[in-house]
């Protein structure tokens, strides 16, 4: 942000499952990892959200896929379930999930081995930063506007 900088929220969630890979029509062994996913989060707007409605929501939308074949459960018995594919599905997922409840995710970044990760940088997008602009002048506007009122005393 200009002049200014970020409030944000960074969660992580763990998904343990199972998965198998098809390169060149042929099915892979199926393996188990525990993916880790960390979530950055900024508040959008100026009403109070509890930071552990973020993290439920995340959970809930992972739960389905803990301890199963991700092969098995839709999208991925369509697409092949590598670390991007599941990132990028999950990312837009969250994403809509996140912004429905007063947030919205700057970057979502997903491991399958602690040596290697996967990065999802949404905040050069462009509806990104307008939104975020414009609840940060209003959030000021607030804060000005009750500090004023404060100081004239101006009862609500």
Not at 25 to 32: D, I
Not at 53 to 76: D, L, R, S, T
Request: with cysteine.
């Amino acid at each position: 942000m200009e002049g200014g900088f970020n409030r944000e929220y960074k969660f992580k969630a763990y998904l343990n499952c199972s998965h198998f890979i098809i390169i060149n029509g042929k099915e892979g062994q199926v393996h188990p990892h525990t993916w880790e996913f960390t979530i950055c989060v900024t508040r959008v707007g100026s009403g109070f959200i509890r930071f552990n409605a973020f993290e439920k929501a995340i959970e809930e939308f992972i739960a389905p896929y803990q301890n199963q074949i991700v092969n098995e459960i839709p999208p991925f018995d369509k697409i092949v379930p590598t670390l991007e594919n599941v990132s990028d599905y999950f990312g837009e997922h969250l994403r809509r999930i996140i912004r429905d409840i007063g947030g919205e995710v700057i970057l979502m970044e997903s491991s399958e081995t602690p040596t290697r990760s996967y990065v999802l940088d949404f905040e050069e997008e462009l509806d990104f930063k307008d939104t975020i602009k414009q609840n940060s002048k209003e959030v000021t506007s607030m804060i000005i506007d009750s500090v004023l009122d404060g100081i004239i005393g101006v009862e609500e």
